[in-house]
């Protein structure tokens, strides 16, 4: 990798002398680091480039460069890459774009074997500030920042808003159609970059999404917090990703499952990734969510705490340090949280640093927040501009002692107190929604670190004795145990296992069902009748989705009920196996959905919800790489909109939610360790004051 960053010469193949075109922007990067390493320009009508001749071929060089550039047309592209690797070329930059997917797959595998290495084709390019390589098209400005982006102009809009912001750019790499060198290789070599202090990654396919999550915690725990940008939540953001570049995209809350798992932080624009990286590049993490507000306007601070709030910080009232609040305000001001300056900051511009520094030697808060007119003074009425920009220094050496965030917005853009601000490591923006939103992803990030945990699942592969009546799982007929032990070979692959033998695989994971019988008819009833208690529920149990097909009748009092509905499904449905099953007829229960399936990208993932026949509708679901364990599935439970009808709703009993998340942690070990399950779930898993029991069970063979 080493020759994408700094190689010891790079000739540049399609270099142009016409300023419009590609080949001259390479060209001229190019040539800005030809005090560091040789640069060749190849151009097969001999131009002159800003003075520098070139040479027709790659045969014409007077020695073999270490990294050559390709912006050549499509057509000529295999025969450019040919002559290369035959005089020694082992790495490539590919600009070009229109290769079909065979003739790019062809010339990755050429490039493969032949000992070298492509990133691209189709890509805008790469840069390095430390090494002077600018191989890409656009201005770059040097920072900390490093940018790996699918797409080369995403990927350039977020360089401009990098240098915009005062982060500016360490690194870029535009990968482009990832046909050899991949985002994970290039994440993978940034970790032993001095001057990346945080990551930008835009991608639109994951691949192997579980060896990306890897890297990314990589990242993270050397100190790089890498935030991620994909496309896919709209049916139109998957289209595009799928006709710009031929991926597939994965769902964003798949992505956001990874990134959980990995320590990385989700963003939604690039916008949003850069405020964020702004935050963490120069501030010190807050250690808690709790942040004091401080306004010079009641109507900024008031705003201020709303955005915040809904950002998941915390505003606490302030204790003790209230009091030296006061001795400092005016008798008008609020002194609780947000605070109210008014007019103390325009009397006395130190009234802002001297109340930063009470706030964060408190102890009370994590971070400070100001919002309003700082930052504007010296720009609005320069006579201030030297205060100002004194209070600045202090509020900087604050912010060293304690180690702790200050964040400010600022009714100025940009000013000198602003560009003094970032200097000092605070960052500041243009609206309370950059702060709040910036601060809360931080925080999140900087209280929640990756999550490691390894795959298992028993040995027996879920197989159960087998019984005629399946109590607390056992399954109802010795062909059910036979299905699940070689899971259900009878069994048409990607088709639903019937219920019984789904039941099985559950419950050799611990998940607790009533006790069932396997009917085909009134015999089969009626020698359930001893072992039973009703009320029943009878079940089709060949259909995946019994309540959509009218394959299932409950409240069923007696046996001669149960003889009628038996009747009237067979009627309905034909004949085939049915299940009698006790219903579970507790009180205070609520219907959850947990369920686990297979990703393309990121492989097995599980899912908890609000369950029962509306889950689509409400679609209030929680969603993390599998396997997960209890305490990690409390925490998915609690993240649901309906997580208070769990602690117990309007007077409602609380539910046991251990026993839900350890069911959610069972399915999730299911569908890790049964490479042979590509879908399962439970829906609805009834979570009540005294345990969660499983009513439904849907197993999906490969």
């Not at 131009?47 to 520098?52: E, K, N, P, R």
């Not at 189709?122 to 982006?149: H, K, P, Q, R």
């Not at 599998?626 to 998915?636: F, K, L, N």
């Amino acid at each position: 990798m080493r020759a994408f960053s700094d190689p010891a010469s790079v000739a540049v193949v399609g270099a142009s002398a016409d300023p419009a075109k590609w080949g001259y922007w390479l060209a001229r990067g190019a040539l800005r680091g030809a005090h560091r390493r040789k640069v060749h320009l190849v151009n097969r009508s001999g131009a002159v480039i800003d003075g520098i001749a070139t040479v027709p071929g790659l045969r014409d060089l007077p020695d073999v460069p270490e990294l050559a550039v390709l912006c050549v047309p499509a057509a000529a592209l295999p025969e450019v890459v040919e002559e290369a690797l035959d005089l020694g070329v082992r790495a490539f930059v590919g600009i070009t774009a229109g290769l079909d997917g065979a003739r790019e797959t062809a010339l990755a595998e050429r490039i493969r074997a032949a000992g070298a290495r492509l990133i691209g084709p189709n890509c805008l390019g790469v840069y390095d500030s430390m090494t002077a390589l600018e191989l890409a098209w656009g201005n770059f400005t040097a920072g900390a920042l490093g940018i790996v982006s699918q797409s080369g102009q995403l990927g350039l809009e977020l360089a401009g808003l990098a240098g915009e912001a005062g982060a500016g750019v360490s690194r870029f790499v535009s990968v482009g159609n990832q046909t050899d060198v991949t985002a994970a290789d290039v994440l993978a070599d940034l970790a032993g970059h001095d001057k990346t202090a945080a990551v930008v990654l835009y991608l639109e396919s994951f691949r192997d999404g579980r060896a990306l999550v890897k890297t990314l915690a990589g990242l993270r725990e050397r100190g790089k917090p890498v935030i991620v940008l994909t496309v896919g939540a709209s049916a139109a953001g998957r289209a595009a990703a799928l006709s710009h570049t031929g991926a597939l995209t994965s769902g964003t809350e798949v992505v956001r499952a990874a990134c959980r798992a990995a320590g990385a932080i989700f963003a939604e624009t690039p916008a949003q990734a850069v405020d964020v990286a702004q935050l963490l590049l120069a501030a010190p993490l807050p250690a808690g969510r709790r942040v004091a507000v401080v306004g010079d306007s009641g109507g900024q601070g008031a705003m201020a705490a709303d955005v915040l709030s809904r950002h998941g910080l915390e505003l606490p009232a302030l204790g003790a340090v209230s009091a030296r609040v006061a001795e400092l305000l005016p008798p008008a001001a609020g002194i609780r949280n947000p605070i109210d300056l008014a007019g103390a900051g325009e009397r006395d511009l130190t009234t802002y640093s001297t109340l930063v520094e009470l706030l964060l030697a408190s102890g009370e808060v994590d971070g400070v927040v100001l919002t309003g007119y700082f930052g504007s003074y010296g720009a609005d009425a320069p006579s201030l501009q030297p205060a100002e920009l004194a209070v600045v220094d202090a509020v900087g050496a604050v912010v060293e002692r304690y180690r702790r965030p200050v964040i400010v917005h600022s009714m100025s853009r940009d000013s000198v107190a602003v560009r003094a601000l970032r200097k000092h490591g605070i960052p500041t923006y243009a609206t309370i929604d950059q702060v709040g939103r910036s601060l809360g992803l931080a925080t999140e990030s900087a209280t929640r670190g990756p999550r490691v945990s390894a795959s298992t699942a028993p040995a027996s592969g879920g197989m159960v004795p087998s019984d005629d009546v399946v109590s607390g799982g056992a399954v109802s007929s010795a062909d059910a145990v036979s299905g699940i032990a070689m899971l259900s070979a009878d069994v048409v692959s990607g088709s639903a296992v019937p219920y019984l033998a789904a039941r099985a695989v559950f419950t050799g994971y611990g998940v607790v069902y009533p006790p069932a019988v396997a009917v085909r008819g009134l015999d089969d009833l009626r020698g359930a009748a001893g072992r039973l208690r009703p009320p029943y529920v009878l079940k089709a149990a060949w259909l995946a989705h019994k309540t959509e097909s009218g394959g299932v009748v409950t409240g069923l009092g007696d046996m001669a009920e149960a003889a009628g509905a038996l009747a009237a499904l067979v009627g309905r449905l034909g004949e085939g196996e049915y299940v009698l099953e006790e219903m579970d007829a507790r009180p205070g229960t609520v219907e959850l959905i947990v369920g686990g399936r297979r990703d393309p990208s990121f492989g097995p993932l599980v899912l908890a919800g609000a369950g029962g026949t509306a889950s689509e509708l409400y679609r209030d679901v929680a969603v993390e790489l599998a396997p997960v364990t209890v305490e990690v599935a409390e925490r998915m439970l609690r993240g649901l909109t309906a997580y208070p009808l769990l602690t117990g709703w309007r007077g409602a009993p609380a539910v046991d939610i251990r026993a839900a998340a350890e069911v959610v942690a069972a399915v999730s070990r299911l569908i890790a360790g049964r490479s042979d399950v590509v879908e399962c779930e439970i829906n609805p898993l009834r979570a009540g004051p005294d345990g969660a029991v499983a009513v439904d069970a849907l197993v999906v063979l490969r």
